[in-house]
């Protein structure tokens, strides 16, 4: 029996990504291939990659002028790529620090110009996203992370700002509509709500390619991926067929707008019942709870091991919290089922019964 998979990356994918996935590694389409050992130029091959691109565009409502490059390395690559191809030496880039992924992409970014952490909220935990800070009106961007997959704080407003915005949506792309024009650069590593991991999307306002004067390595330049489709070395095939398959699931079910819904349905579910439950209370403050990553903590300590322990049976997986926060963290991505958070308020329920 599958398990109910809360872990937060690599994640749940839906059923039938796992199936058709699966059966596109013995067979490919009816054409007597794998999926794994067709060529990245093949006619299959190059209509998958299409079909990929028109759809981020279309669910994402992406403006023409921008470029939609598949790319390798993860997000980690991203806090590199980014400072190499936009960041000139003599230049500043502003970030909100919101969990140690913010951290990571301002430490990698001083490698290729100068860093200005503008707000933070790592004194408290990262318990909150700070909202009352001033961008540096002469920095050349600000970076934000818009869910914080570690601490399980979100931000839902695609705000406008004085400079241009680069965002990591690792962990929340696809989970709402987004308003792409407010960014110049969206990127995010493909393994929590679009595909397996292997695959790194990213979004770019074509007016910034091969803005960074730097001499660029022809792999590290973003404009060498645009120019080629992505296509300029061999990509990982197998992942971005996978990202097409949950694509494909999503328009299916009625796009961003109702993934949404469904979203905002389970995170109100878990969350009720983390306010309600005197056994539990939630790290976040919660205007700025994320829906994706559910972060709680057991109001007596002794009773985080006993929880983990007692969840077994419900056959519910991933919810131990992360080394540096300790409790639990639920992750409801997209592909998460309603019923599977059910399961985990009744394991919560019966939890409190079983103390009474
Ligand atoms: C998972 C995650 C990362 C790390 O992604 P990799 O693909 O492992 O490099 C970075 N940022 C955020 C917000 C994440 O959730």
């Known amino acids: 029996m599958k398990k109910h998979n809360f872990g937060a990356g690599p994640s749940i994918l839906p059923q039938e990504v796992f199936e058709q996935s699966a059966q596109a590694c013995i067979e490919y389409d009816g054409i007597g291939l794998s999926i794994l050992e067709i060529s990245h130029r093949s006619k299959e091959f190059t209509a998958i990659l299409d079909e990929s691109m028109a759809l981020i565009k279309e669910l994402l409502q992406v403006p023409d002028d921008y470029s939609i490059l598949f790319l390798q390395g993860g997000a980690n690559m991203q806090f590199n790529m980014i400072p190499y191809n936009i960041l000139n ?82 962990s929340d792309i696809f989970s709402r509509p987004v308003d792409v024009s407010k960014y110049h ?46 296509l300029y070395n061999t990509p990982p095939v197998f992942a971005i067929y996978t990202c097409l398959l949950t694509l494909r699931w999503l328009k299916n079910l009625g796009g961003l707008a109702e993934m949404e819904q469904r979203n905002i349905a389970k995170a109100d579910l878990l969350y009720s019942e983390i306010d309600r439950n005197p056994l539990f209370k939630g790290h976040a403050v919660k205007e700025d709870r994320s829906r994706m990553n559910i972060n709680f903590i057991a109001t007596n300590p002794d009773d985080e091991a006993l929880f983990l322990e007692f969840v077994k049976p419900y056959n519910i997986h991933g919810i131990k919290g992360y080394r540096t926060v300790g409790g639990f963290r639920a992750s409801c991505y997209n592909a998460l089922p309603i019923e599977s958070v059910e399961v985990l308020v009744k394991a919560m329920q019966d939890f409190e019964r079983s103390k009474a």
């Open 89 to 170: 030496e003599e230049e500043t880039a502003n970030f909100v620090e919101t969990d140690i992924w913010a951290t990571r992409a301002e430490e990698e970014t001083r490698l290729y110009g100068k860093t200005n952490i503008i707000a933070s909220s790592k004194v408290d935990n990262f318990t909150y996203i700070p909202k009352d800070f001033t961008v540096d009106k002469n920095a050349t961007y600000l970076h934000l992370t818009s869910n914080n997959t570690i601490y399980g704080t979100e931000f839902f407003d695609d705000k406008a700002y004085p400079i241009p915005v680069v965002c990591d949506m690792s």
């Open 185 to 230: 650069i969206i990127y995010a590593g493909a393994q929590k709500n679009l595909g397996c991991s292997g695959i790194t999307l990213v979004i770019i306002k074509n007016e910034w390619l091969g803005r960074a004067k730097r001499p660029k390595s022809k792999m590290w330049d973003y404009s060498i991926y645009a120019k080629n489709n992505s």
